[in-house]
């Protein structure tokens, strides 16, 4: 199992950026996928989850209304669009798939700041 994440930087308060995870070595279509976060010092937190089938999401109540958890199943890829960033958003941002075991991509951060 392989997730690399991409698309995140710098980017200013109010601002958007659009995350990707490529994935590979297992049936992606099958599993639902996850965006979590993680700041230094605190607990890796779940930001958006999405169904094997897309047809259903949950997000975590801080990103409600601003993020978007989506995926293309013919590419082996979910998205998190995230719009109207504030500074909290700040954190390095993780793909995760659980098959059998809880597998994760290595991250990419995103900065929030003017």
């Known amino acids: 199992v392989q997730l690399v994440e991409s698309g995140g930087g710098l980017v200013q308060p109010g601002g958007s950026l659009r995350l990707s995870c490529a994935a590979s070595g297992f049936t992606f279509s099958s599993y639902a996928m996850s965006w979590y976060r993680q700041v230094p010092g605190k607990e890796r937190e779940l930001v958006a989850r999405?169904?094997?089938?897309?047809?259903?999401?949950n997000y975590a109540d801080s990103v409600k209304g601003r993020f978007t958890i989506s995926r293309d199943n013919a590419k082996n890829t979910v998205y998190l669009q995230m719009n109207v960033l504030k500074p909290e958003d700040t954190a390095v941002y993780y793909c995760?798939?659980?098959?059998?075991?809880?597998?994760w991509g290595r991250g990419t951060q995103v900065t929030v700041s003017s």
């Open positions: 999405i169904t094997s089938s897309g047809d259903s999401t």
């Open positions: 995760c798939v659980v098959r059998y075991l809880v597998y």
